[in-house]
């Protein structure tokens, strides 16, 4: 058949559909059958056509009293959706798709519409049905189905979703516990427990289960980077909760429990501090400081985003708030700065981070931890605060620095080499040559 040929043969079967639709609208019934019957055998080789006449034609038949005709047209029907999932890109009007999908509901089971991914959605989930109860009932139906089914670990894991929502935490150890015992290795059921557990103070429990998921359930789960973090510090192991507060996120660092484990952490490393202090470095072998930039980036005063704070004043008494959150960031921002020279940018983050809990709208405390962090390599974290900080200054050249490198290792390339060629022409040093180079491919 030449193109001519196939170009018309297809524009007269377009018209028998078309013809079908009209006769449908009007009630033509078995007009509506024999135009779509015609335009069916002419579309066996374009999906989605063939797709949208059998649906027309399914309720034609169906409508017109020829309930066999329509079984037959959903098989073929299911057949030609099996192979190529063209359903939901149809262009059905909206009375259409729904009668449509009401008499294939009707006509066929839901199993055969489940297999189908095109229409599965289609058919609601014992799940969805429950969700539609109120809370109660909701509970009533979930602890009747896990008594109709026993080894069925759905059941108990519905269940202590359903807990963890009214966060009765009791509940969810016990529903989880059977859920486990049904499924060993059951990655929510073991997320739900461990959170339920810290949330008790069971940290040891809470731990164990923490330690048996995968990191991509941690990742997907911030909750239980900030339990983990937690039970750490109830633990006492302070290296681990050192690692893991950088995984956590900075809406959940103002999480009663969590704030107050970063003040735990913050004391016991000045703690550590002041018992390492007390050994003079005089006699140390001067080395160059690879993460100050003080040699590296001119203008070493931009590079914390504002001077370095003078020393503290003198004790005034108690004074008042305010006056003493101002002062402890004072301190934190010079502690933080001295760190950083000492190659202590992972402690510095630590006392900015702690600083932060009292005083959570400094800008400059964050300018500070957003340097600490890059110089840490805790990416993640810098790239935080940058929100937080943003829009920066021209003269802010350190801070922009700064900020496109958490950019760039966070791979938001296209951002970190916006502010990269901001800050180029005010800094200067081998990191900065190390990272033009990455951003924006200059030697």
Not at 56 to 66: H, I, V
Not at 85 to 109: N, V
Not at 117 to 124: C, D, F, H, N
Not at 271 to 282: D, I, K, M, P
Request: charged share 30%.
């Amino acid at each position: 058949m030449t193109l001519v040929a196939s170009a018309r043969a297809q524009d007269f079967y377009e018209k028998r559909l078309r013809a079908g639709q009209e006769a449908y609208s009007q009630k033509n019934l078995l007009q509506a059958v024999d135009e779509l019957r015609i335009a069916a055998f002419g579309f066996m080789n374009t999906p989605t056509l063939l797709s949208e006449t059998l649906v027309r034609l399914a309720l034609a038949q169906s409508a017109a009293g020829k309930p066999a005709e329509a079984e037959a047209t959903l098989s073929r029907f299911v057949d030609v959706e099996k192979r190529f999932a063209t359903y939901p890109k149809l262009k059905l009007e909206p009375e259409i798709r729904a009668e449509f999908q009401s008499l294939l509901l009707r006509r066929l089971s839901p199993e055969t519409v489940r297999a189908l991914p095109s229409l599965a959605g289609l058919v609601e989930t014992e799940e969805q049905k429950f969700a539609k109860l109120p809370a109660r009932d909701r509970r009533k139906a979930l602890v009747a189905e896990s008594r109709r089914e026993p080894g069925n670990p759905a059941w108990p894991l519905a269940l202590a979703r359903e807990a963890a929502q009214r966060q009765d935490h009791k509940e969810v150890l016990e529903w989880t516990g059977k859920a486990l015992q049904l499924s060993r290795g059951s990655a929510e059921a073991l997320a739900l427990r461990a959170h339920a557990r810290a949330a008790r103070g069971e940290c040891e429990g809470a731990l164990a289960d923490l330690k048996a998921l995968p990191p991509a359930e941690l990742d997907a789960r911030a909750e239980l980077r900030a339990d983990g973090f937690v039970c750490l510090v109830e633990s006492g192991d302070w290296t681990g909760a050192e690692s893991t507060l950088k995984l956590v996120p900075a809406d959940l660092m103002r999480r009663g429990d969590v704030a107050r484990a970063s003040q735990r952490l913050a004391a016991e490393s000045q703690r550590r501090t002041n018992q390492t202090g007390s050994v003079s470095t005089a006699a140390k072998s001067p080395r160059k400081n690879p993460q100050d930039l003080s040699g590296r980036v001119e203008a070493p005063a931009a590079s914390a985003g504002s001077p370095v704070p003078p020393a503290p004043s003198p004790a005034r008494g108690k004074g008042d708030a305010s006056e003493q959150s101002a002062s402890n960031s004072m301190n934190a921002l010079a502690e933080s700065r001295r760190l950083i020279k000492a190659l202590k940018a992972n402690e510095a983050e630590k006392i900015l981070l702690a600083a932060l809990r009292s005083d959570p709208d400094n800008r400059q405390l964050r300018l500070a931890l957003l340097e600490a962090s890059c110089l840490a390599g805790a990416w993640t974290r810098g790239a935080q605060q940058l929100p937080l900080v943003s829009p920066f200054a021209e003269e802010e050249a350190g801070p922009m620095f700064y900020a496109s490198v958490v950019l760039y290792e966070t791979g938001r390339t296209d951002e970190a080499r916006a502010y990269m060629e901001r800050a180029l022409p005010k800094v200067s040093g081998p990191l900065v040559d190390e990272y033009a180079k990455k951003i924006l491919g200059r030697s």
